[in-house]
Structure formats: C-alpha cells, structure tokens
C-alpha cells in the first residue's frame, strides 16, 4: 500500500514537474521578504504565499498536460508525458486538475486572517489567466511572453497578499521584480522552445524558434535576459533601505549565470539545453532570493522580532 502511494504521488509530482516550481516560488518569495522588511513578517502570509504558488502551478501545469495531449503525443520529445504514455488518465488528470483549482481558492482565503480579501478576489480570474498559456502557442508567437508575464504575477501576488489595497504607493518594487521575471522567464522558454523548432512548424504550432529560427530565437533570448538585469538594477534604489551593495555584487553573479546559460546553447548544439534550462534558472532564482533575505535580516532583523 504505502509503495502504491508513493508512486502516485511520484507520477502527480512527475505530471506537473514540481522541482521547476523552482523557478517562480524564489522570486516571489524575494518581494514578500522585502515587504516583510518594512512591514512586519507573518507565518499565516508565508504559509499562505506558498500554498497558492504550489496549487496555482499544479492547476497550471495539469490543465497544460490535458489541452495538449494529442500534441504531446505527436512529438517524439514529448511522447513520454504521462497522459500519452498511459501513466496518469485523462480522467485522473482532469480530477487532479480542478482539485488544485480548489485549493489554490482556499489558499487565497487564507489571507483573510489577515484582514486581505484581495487574493481571494482575484484568485479565480487570476487562474483563468495562468490556464490561458496552455492555449496561446495556437494563435501566437508571443506565448513565451504570456508564460513570462504568468510568472511574473508571483511577486507581484506575494506583495498584494501581504499588503493588500496598502500596496499602491509601493508598487514598484514588486512590479519591477515581476517584469523581472516576466523577460527571463520568456528568455530561458524561447530557449526551451529551440528544441521543438520543426516539430512547430510541422503542426502549425506558434512560437519564436518556429518564426525565428533557431539563431534569431538565440538572440531574441539573450536580449529578453538583458532586459531582465535593466529591471532587477534599480531595485537597488527602489529598497535602498534594505538592499545593499551585496545586492550588486548578486547581480553581477546573476549576469555571469545567464551568460553561462547562453553559452551552453549552440545553434547547432542542443544537448546540455537541460543543463541551461533547469541548473542554471534555479541558480539564479534561489541564490538571488537568498541574497536578498541574508541583506534584509542585516538590516532589519525582522526573523527575530
């Protein structure tokens, strides 16, 4: 029995790639940290921003696994996902699905402890949105923008469900951090996407690397990580009475990653794109944040208070 469930819970954690949850969860963690440098910490928010960051992943991820199973079937990188390779049913994704869509809402409601209704009021459309990706790649060549722009709300999310309708007055912090992350979330997917080129052009599929080419995807993605570094600098002087110079220096740190990223991917040469894509963002994204946290405990000790 308790092997049984450890592989069905495997094959759910395997359907909606969990350990990329990696990617958004640190960077929305990075503007709750800073709200919480001028504001206060709260368990009841850091319990509440990570239920709704992992359930509104999974609702994501398994409506994605279920509106393309017949394209993941057709691609021959694809062709081992769960639902093509008959390891989960579409029944018991589409379960799996609205189950996650459940608790992301209760998740939100958490925050009315608190006081803030505002997560619970969006929640519903906000779903509506992050589900919407799952269908954008069949009329536009801009759905890496709208996966950037999905994971982008993470940290604007995070500072809304600490501050709520307070937020107004300091929305650049977290609006910066999420453009942020909308270009390199964009950049590292374009890149993502090289390896599905042909295939996409075959099914008539839209994306940058099918419009583009490889080389000009190449390019286009390396300009979507510059864009993110112009929008992480001024940060510094945004939460300049948290952030220091050990910030900079993470951002030098970052800009080396990326370009250690880009460099692992050749036009010719796809075969460490797994190295590039999921090493190296997960560097970036939770040595970041932790830089951050270690500059806001220096200068406010909050974790203490």
Sequence with gaps: MFQLISETISKYLGLIRFSHTLFALPFALSAATLAWGRHGFSWVNLLGILACMVTARSAAMAFNRLVDRDIDALN???????????LLSVRAVAVFFWVS??????????FLREQNPVPLIFSVPLLVFLCGY?????????????LGLALGLAPLGAWIAIRG????????????????????????????????????KKAGLHSIPARLGIRGALRLARACHSIMMAWLV?????????????????????AVLLAVEHALVKEN????????????????????????????LRNTGWLWT
């Design 76 to 86: 021959p990188r694809t062709a081992g996902r769960h639902i093509p390779a008959g």
């Design 101 to 110: 869509c459940v608790l992301f809402v209760a998740s939100s409601a958490i």
């Design 269 to 296: 040469d796809l075969s460490r794109m797994n190295a590039a894509f999921f090493t190296v963002n997960a560097v970036v994204g939770i040595g970041l944040w932790l830089i951050i946290l270690e500059e806001v």
């Design 134 to 146: 799952s269908m954008a790649k069949r009329f536009t060549s801009l759905a890496h923008f709208w």
């Design 234 to 254: 001024p940060l510094y002087w945004l939460a300049s009475d948290l952030l220091g110079l050990p910030y900079l220096a993470a951002l030098a740190g970052v």
């Design 165 to 200: 309708w307070a937020t107004l007055a300091e929305l650049p912090v977290p609006c910066f951090l999420g453009l942020a992350v909308m270009f390199w979330v964009a950049g590292f997917d374009i890149l993502y996407a090289t390896q599905d080129a042909d295939f996409d």
